[in-house]
């Protein structure tokens, strides 16, 4: 890589790790930052996964307390999640790369869309348990067959992109009965970070990883995520959440106009 190769997937992977822990919505700087670098689609795209999972797991690890409360209930999900993951991973090596080339332009539109009306997503979850009249506790949800088929599609999309699962699957865990904020964010951390590392794990071993981009964003991804969980003591949520709908709408208009025009 030359200088300018670096300071574009190393700058990418520092602002997703400080994104991700501030305010999610991290895979918006790094993946384009790799395909900007010439990286294939496909390639770059098992690269980011990779280069992402240690946050996804020291964010579960510090929410360990919270999915104690519902250890059964993690165990079936945590299964849900390794088969998901497992099948989108292996769903990317499966699509060439101009295909999945051509998918872009629409995963960043709907992770962006996912992102941006989160908060309507929420309420249109509730809205919806509320006309199936629908218990909201642990119990009901561990009875739901439909909240877990959700939560197996969400994780099969994780595998296969990534950039949104953490608003689908807060709304999935919702339609499971879930209602306590912090233990919506344990398990989503928890399963997030499974899901990053069975399709990690499958690229790594389908050798389709670019190791010199991989290792330079594991670092700096790193040292993002320790930045942005200072910064994110001092800026207010809602400028953050408006930095990474404006970003993501800006990179899907111009792979829009980069894959069809």
Same mark, same amino acid.
């Given at each position: 890589?030359?200088?300018?190769?670096?300071?574009?997937?190393?700058?990418?992977?520092?602002?997703?790790?400080?994104?991700?822990?501030?305010?999610?919505?991290?895979?918006?700087?790094?993946? =384009?930052? *790799? +395909?900007?670098?010439?990286? =294939? =689609?496909?390639?770059?795209?098992?690269?980011?996964?990779?280069? +992402?999972?240690?946050?996804?797991?020291?964010?579960?690890?510090?929410? $360990?307390?919270?999915?104690?409360?519902?250890?059964?209930?993690? /165990?079936?999900?945590?299964?849900?999640?390794?088969?998901?993951?497992?099948?989108?991973?292996?769903?990317?090596?499966?699509?060439?790369? &101009?295909?999945? &080339?051509?998918?872009? =332009?629409?995963?960043?539109?709907?992770?962006?869309?996912?992102?941006?009306?989160?908060?309507?997503?929420?309420?249109?979850?509730?809205?919806?348990?509320?006309?199936?009249? *629908?218990?909201?506790?642990?119990? &009901?949800?561990? %009875?739901?067959?439909?909240?877990?088929?959700?939560?197996? &599609?969400?994780? /099969?999309?994780?595998?296969?992109?990534?950039?949104?699962?953490?608003?689908?699957?807060?709304?999935?865990?919702?339609?499971?009965?879930?209602?306590?904020?912090?233990?919506?964010?344990?398990? %989503?951390?928890?399963?997030?970070?499974?899901?990053?590392?069975?399709?990690?794990?499958?690229?790594?071993?389908?050798?389709?990883?670019?190791?010199?981009?991989? +290792?330079?964003?594991?670092?700096?991804?790193?040292?993002?995520?320790?930045?942005?969980?200072?910064?994110?003591? $001092? *800026?207010?949520?809602?400028?953050? $959440?408006? *930095?990474?709908?404006?970003?993501?709408?800006?990179?899907?208009?111009?792979?829009?106009?980069?894959?069809?025009?």
């Amino acid at each position: 890589m030359d200088l300018l190769t670096i300071f574009l997937v190393g700058g990418g992977a520092f602002l997703a790790g400080g994104m991700n822990a501030m305010a999610g919505g991290g895979t918006f700087f790094s993946f =384009p930052a *790799l +395909l900007a670098a010439g990286v =294939p =689609p496909v390639t770059a795209n098992a690269s980011n996964t990779v280069a +992402l999972w240690p946050a996804s797991l020291s964010s579960a690890w510090a929410y $360990r307390r919270e999915l104690l409360r519902h250890k059964s209930w993690v /165990i079936l999900l945590t299964v849900v999640a390794l088969i998901g993951g497992l099948t989108g991973g292996l769903l990317l090596l499966a699509t060439s790369n &101009a295909a999945f &080339a051509k998918l872009i =332009p629409w995963l960043l539109l709907t992770a962006t869309a996912l992102f941006a009306f989160s908060g309507q997503v929420s309420k249109l979850v509730a809205w919806s348990k509320a006309r199936l009249g *629908l218990k909201t506790d642990a119990e &009901a949800g561990r %009875k739901s067959v439909g909240g877990t088929l959700f939560q197996l &599609a969400v994780s /099969i999309y994780g595998g296969f992109f990534g950039a949104g699962q953490g608003i689908l699957m807060l709304a999935a865990l919702s339609i499971q009965g879930l209602e306590d904020m912090q233990e919506l964010n344990a398990i %989503k951390n928890w399963l997030s970070a499974i899901n990053y590392t069975v399709s990690g794990l499958t690229f790594i071993i389908a050798g389709a990883i670019s190791w010199p981009h991989t +290792l330079l964003m594991l670092v700096t991804a790193m040292a993002g995520g320790y930045a942005g969980a200072a910064l994110a003591r $001092r *800026l207010p949520a809602l400028w953050l $959440r408006r *930095l990474v709908v404006a970003v993501g709408t800006v990179l899907t208009i111009i792979y829009f106009v980069k894959t069809y025009f």
